[in-house]
């Protein structure tokens, strides 16, 4: 892993940036094209790595683990191994994951008002959105 240099100009206006902006927060533990659509998926409840490969079959698996460790380490999922064999491993969003629901409903809100409006009309409907 690089290391990274704290008293680079990228460091000190990333800095400034997540102090003066919350939306910078939210980016650093969301951000990305991957972190939102898992935990959009792990809002039905916990699921097995299997199950999220299948629910999102775009993704590799290097980019699935790699950002499920990230979102662990954010607190935000919750990785529950248990001792069998074969290892028996499922995914939850933790309370501050589970805190997320609102924000991932407004960026549905918002896709689908906006996908109307640019006639690309999604498939998914918001009466789907897991409550």
Not at 60 to 81: G, S, Y
Request: aromatic fraction near 8%; proline fraction near 5%.
């Amino acid at each position: 892993m690089a290391i990274v240099k704290d008293s680079s100009t990228i460091q000190a206006n990333k800095k400034a940036a997540f102090e003066e902006c919350p939306i910078t927060y939210v980016m650093e533990k969301i951000g990305g094209y991957w972190k939102p659509i898992i935990l959009f998926h792990l809002l039905s409840g916990s699921k097995r790595y299997s199950d999220l490969r299948k629910a999102i079959p775009a993704i590799t698996e290097k980019m699935l683990i790699q950002h499920l460790k990230q979102l662990e380490a954010d607190k935000l999922v919750l990785r529950e191994a248990k001792p069998i064999i074969p290892p028996h491993v499922t995914y939850s969003l933790t309370a501050s994951g589970q805190g997320m629901k609102d924000v991932l409903y407004a960026m549905a809100i918002w896709a689908v008002k906006d996908s109307k409006q640019n006639s690309k009309a999604l498939s998914r409907k918001l009466k789907n959105f897991p409550k």
